[in-house]
C-alpha cells in the first residue's frame, strides 16, 4: 500500500486591508488619464497602433493627456481602457507616478505564490509565539543576528530573523515549511484594481510630518504638516472587496 506523498487543496484568499504586489516598473502620465476624481488606465499598444506622426508628437510631449479628445472619438476610448478608479487626487506629473500591481500577459492581477506562503508563514509563526509560555528570551534577542548558531550584534533591518527562525528553523530551504508548495493565485480583471495614494510619514523635530520632497544632490528632504502637499506613491492595490483571488 502507497502513501500519498502529495495532497492537493483549494483556499480562498479574504483581504483584511488594501494590498500591493508590485514589481520595479512605474506608470507615468503616457499610461493612464485623470478627470476629475476618476484615474482611467489604457492598454497603450493599440493606441499607439492607430497614431499619425502629430499625435505620436504630442503624446510624447503630453501623454495621454495631449491625445484625449482623439481617443475619445475613437473606440479605444472603451477597447483599450484596463480599469477606473476614484484617486482623491491626480498624480503630480514627472514626481508621482503609478506602481503597478504584478499581472499576467493580459493586464489580469495576480497573487504570487511566494507572497501567499509568506503570509502562511507569518501566520504560523504568530501562533507558534502565542503557544510559548515564556516570552522573555526572544524579546531579549529581537532584532539581533543569528549566524551559525551565534547572536551578532543588533540588526535592525533584520528585526524579525531570529524569531522565524527559532520558530520555524535555521534555513527556509529546509525547515518546516519546505513541503508546503503555494501555487500563484487565479487571476482577476483589471476592473477589480483600486488606486492609493501611498504617504510617507516622518518624525522629525517638529513631530510626525509628511515627506513633501525627497533629498536631492543639493537640497536635503522637505517635510509638511498638510497631507495635501505631501509627495505619494500612488499604488494599484486589490482590498476586502475583491471577491474570488
Avoid at 212 to 221: A, E, F, H, I, V
Amino acid at each position: 500500500m502507497t502513501q500519498q506523498l502529495v495532497k492537493a487543496q483549494t483556499f480562498a484568499v479574504t483581504f483584511l486591508s488594501p494590498v500591493h504586489i508590485g514589481t520595479e516598473e512605474q506608470l507615468s502620465h503616457h499610461d493612464f488619464l485623470c478627470e476629475n476624481t476618476r484615474l482611467i488606465r489604457f492598454r497603450i499598444n493599440p493606441i499607439l497602433e492607430r497614431m499619425n506622426e502629430g499625435q505620436l508628437e504630442r503624446f510624447v510631449e503630453e501623454g495621454l493627456e495631449g491625445v484625449k479628445e482623439w481617443i475619445r472619438r475613437l473606440e479605444l476610448w472603451q477597447s483599450a481602457r484596463l480599469y477606473e478608479a476614484s484617486v482623491p487626487r491626480p498624480p503630480r506629473p514627472f514626481r508621482e507616478s503609478l506602481r503597478p500591481f504584478i499581472a499576467d500577459p493580459l493586464f489580469r492581477p495576480y497573487l504570487p505564490g511566494t507572497e501567499i506562503k509568506g503570509a502562511i508563514r507569518t501566520a504560523i509563526a504568530w501562533w507558534l509565539l502565542r503557544q510559548l509560555p515564556n516570552l522573555r528570551e526572544l524579546q531579549q534577542r529581537v532584532g539581533k543576528r543569528q549566524h551559525n548558531n551565534r547572536i551578532d550584534e543588533r540588526d535592525r533591518r533584520q528585526a524579525g530573523q531570529w524569531l522565524e527562525r527559532g520558530l520555524l528553523g535555521d534555513d527556509p530551504n529546509h525547515d518546516l515549511l519546505r513541503g508546503l508548495r503555494v501555487q500563484d493565485s487565479n487571476p482577476v480583471a483589471p476592473a477589480r484594481l483600486r488606486v492609493f495614494p501611498v504617504l510617507v510619514a516622518v518624525r522629525t523635530n517638529r513631530g510626525l510630518q509628511w515627506l513633501q520632497s525627497p533629498r536631492s544632490k543639493n537640497q536635503p528632504s522637505q517635510y509638511t504638516d498638510d497631507h495635501q502637499r505631501a509627495i505619494a506613491n500612488f499604488c494599484e492595490c486589490v482590498d476586502e472587496r475583491v471577491q474570488g483571488v
